[in-house]
């Protein structure tokens, strides 16, 4: 009884997660959407997805995924021990010591700029290269007040308040929305300076938002430059190879921006605009129940033998969870990726040809979205389990892959076919096969150590076959339909989509379709 209370709290945590990620989602999206309706995918775009992404590399470094794998085991463990000191010695430690990496960090990275660009964006020339110069400058101490809300936000989901640590990004969003709203008259290069400072602005009031909570939980909050403390020693030895690995996969992303630089103008946004919508399920889904489970299988407690079969309950059924959103999620975006970039996109200086373009890349990214979700969830088994070495070592084998499989597909073997513009979509579809092998690794080890794990077979053969029918019927309807306004268009093929999907589930009698429709039945009383 007690883990089956135990699971149905995880599940309301995770709903929460997924309610706070949706609605900064969305209010992201309409974010890029007023971006796309000023900026289209023309150079100044370019520019700018560039610039974020090199301060960005220091938000991903230090951020979320770093700490949720080092600090929120060790601090989340000595909540559930009850020992209120440690607890406040080990945030405050971590705080202090992510204060000083990230000044010197910040400072380095405004004064190396120039380098930093002709490494990321060697294809830039001229005015654009000058832009995106001028726009890390001013993202840079942006991007460090970002790593703060992150530091933030590990508090937060260890004391199991995960809603606002998840819906701060909303008043970052609106900064930069209200600053294009603000100056939209101004000239395209003139407002793009402007947004990177309402980028900063909003960044400092994403963690403002949430540190009055965070000093009411940590009422021993002291912040102070302690690495002596045997918790705070674990904290950094946990801390390096998942910085490490985060690095690596960092790298990889430069690579492929690197690479899109050199695909023409608009390749950088295009690239940026797909991502933004792929990461949406893997952020719904996979983050919400990896963020809801981290906690509670740190927390665990007991023999061996005891913590390793409720590993395996938990993990099964995320997976199971996670496997049952993404599947159509991915078949969406292979067959309808037109009609939902068209309609997140499609306004102003953004045309029907662009959304093509974002098209193909969400269909390259649909081949390894299952395997890079589910793989979330077991690198957060690791960490509950302090490893944080194996997945380090499974992130440099896909880095790897990735960057040799993606200059072949996004340069040679498109030039070979003679559609060199497609190279993006390359980018994707090389990322997803190498996801498939991290996650193989990572499954295969895990499975080892605590006994099998895993989504049944015959549960993905419905979920695809579920997701095929729904897909072909939405195809249909939007042959039907033609030419039509983005979003009624939407409309009148994704819903049909998304009911056809779940009512076959619920046919084949899938246990996640029929909890889901529980649970909205109780919602609904």
């Known amino acids: 009884m007690p883990n089956v209370k135990n699971r149905e709290s995880t599940g309301?945590?995770?709903?929460?997660?997924a309610a706070g990620i949706l609605i900064s989602r969305i209010v992201g999206l309409v974010r890029q959407r007023v971006f796309s309706h000023y900026f289209g995918q023309l150079d100044e775009a370019d520019a700018f997805y560039a610039a974020f992404r090199v301060p960005n590399f220091l938000q991903n470094l230090f951020g979320e995924g770093v700490l949720s794998a080092s600090f929120i085991p060790v601090y989340a463990r000595l909540l559930a021990e009850g020992d209120e000191e440690e607890s406040g010695r080990v945030a405050g430690a971590v705080g202090a010591i992510l204060a000083l990496a990230t000044s010197a960090i910040v400072l380095a990275g405004v004064l190396l700029t120039p380098l930093l660009i002709w490494i990321i964006a060697p294809g830039f020339e001229g005015a654009k290269r000058e832009l995106t110069i001028r726009l890390v400058r001013i993202l840079f101490p942006g991007a460090g007040l970002l790593v703060f809300s992150a530091w933030s936000l590990g508090i937060l989901n260890s004391h199991r308040k995960f809603f606002l640590s998840y819906t701060a990004p909303v008043i970052w969003n609106v900064a930069m929305i209200a600053t294009m709203a603000a100056f939209r008259r101004k000239d395209l290069t003139t407002l793009a300076v402007y947004l990177a400072w309402g980028s900063v602005v909003g960044s400092a009031l994403q963690f403002f938002v949430q540190l009055p909570t965070v000093l009411r939980l940590t009422r021993k909050l002291r912040l102070r430059l302690d690495t002596a403390a045997a918790n705070v020693r674990d904290v950094l030895r946990n801390f390096a190879p998942v910085f490490v690995s985060r690095g690596v996969v960092q790298i990889s992303a430069y690579v492929d921006q690197v690479i899109a630089s050199k695909l023409g103008e608009g390749a950088v946004a295009a690239l940026t605009n797909a991502q933004s919508i792929y990461t949406l399920p893997v952020s719904l889904f996979g983050m919400a129940v990896s963020a809801a489970e981290l906690p509670a299988m740190s927390s665990t407690l007991g023999t061996d033998a005891e913590v390793q079969a409720r590993l395996r309950r938990r993990l099964n059924a995320g997976l199971r969870q996670i496997a049952f959103f993404i599947v159509p999620s991915?078949?969406?975006?292979?067959?309808?990726?037109?009609v939902?970039?068209?309609?997140?996109?499609?306004?102003?200086?953004?045309?029907?040809?662009?959304a093509v373009y974002v098209w193909g890349i969400l269909a390259g990214s649909a081949v390894g979205l299952l395997a890079s979700t589910l793989g979330r969830l077991y690198a957060s088994t690791y960490y509950a389990l302090r490893d944080t070495r194996t997945p380090l070592r499974y992130a440099s084998v896909r880095v790897g892959l990735t960057v040799g499989l993606g200059y072949l597909c996004a340069l040679p073997l498109p030039r070979w076919l003679g559609h060199p513009h497609w190279g993006a979509a390359g980018l994707t579809a090389s990322a997803g096969v190498a996801g498939w092998v991290e996650f193989t690794l990572l499954r295969r080890t895990l499975n080892a150590r605590i006994g099998a794990t895993g989504v049944a077979a015959p549960l993905i053969a419905k979920l695809w076959g579920s997701a095929v029918v729904g897909a072909a019927a939405a195809w249909g309807i939007k042959l039907a339909i033609g030419d039509a306004d983005p979003i009624m268009r939407a409309t009148l093929v994704l819903v049909p989509y998304g009911l056809i999907y779940f009512a076959v589930t619920y046919w084949l009698r899938v246990e996640e379709c029929g909890t889901l429709f529980e649970k909205l039945a109780r919602l609904r009383r």
């Not at 078949?331 to 309808?336: C, G, P, Q, S, T």
């Not at 309609?343 to 040809?353: D, P």
């Open 330 to 338: 991915a078949m969406a975006f292979f067959a309808l990726g037109d």
């Open 12 to 17: 309301r945590h995770a709903f929460l997660v």
């Open 340 to 354: 939902v970039a068209a309609a997140l996109y499609q306004t102003g200086k953004f045309t029907y040809e662009n």
